[in-house]
């Protein structure tokens, strides 16, 4: 038996002894009862706790105003923001392009905080690593649509034009 297979036998053994002094002390089964026989049939433990991010602390000291620890979240944001402002106004003939680009921008500002900034706040969702890639590879793609949308568009990339041609 592996050392899984007696911590688990062990912990069977546990949940069933506290089960049946359940039953005893109420005449019958109950509610309790029922969970306990369910956690039984459990492969894993509980989970009670997940750890947090990693740079997920402050990236201010906790005395500064809660603008100043969240310095990270507030800058990308506000970058995604001018650029959805630059979209809505719409005034002048490419702003839906430079808009556009100005949220992909946030983006690739958030991957580089990321990777630079030792603690970010709650810019930071996943691991290092994972939130690198994704707000850099959703940056990149945002900022590539944005240079090859229709009309005139500032990038042709031909054999995106042949796949897009093959797919409609």
Do not use: C, N
Not at 68 to 73: D, F, G, M
Not at 79 to 101: E, K
């Amino acid at each position: 038996m592996t050392a899984e297979g007696a911590a688990g036998a062990s912990d069977d053994k546990v949940v069933e002894r506290e089960a049946t002094a359940v039953e005893a002390a109420t005449g019958g089964e109950t509610a309790a009862v029922e969970a306990a026989k369910r956690a039984r049939r459990r492969r894993f433990g509980l989970t009670t706790d997940t750890a947090p991010p990693e740079g997920g602390g402050r990236a201010a000291p906790g005395d500064a105003s809660a603008p100043a620890r969240q310095w990270p979240l507030l800058s990308v944001l506000v970058l995604a923001g001018i650029g959805l402002v630059v979209v809505g106004v719409d005034a002048f003939p490419q702003s839906f392009r430079v808009g556009t680009m100005l949220v992909g921008a946030a983006l690739l500002l958030g991957a580089v905080m990321r990777r630079v900034v030792p603690s970010v706040g709650m810019l930071a969702v996943r691991s290092r690593f994972t939130d690198m890639i994704t707000y850099g590879v959703m940056g990149s793609l945002i900022v590539l649509l944005a240079l090859m949308v229709q009309p005139h568009p500032w990038l042709r990339i031909p054999f995106l034009e042949d796949v897009l041609h093959l797919t409609l």
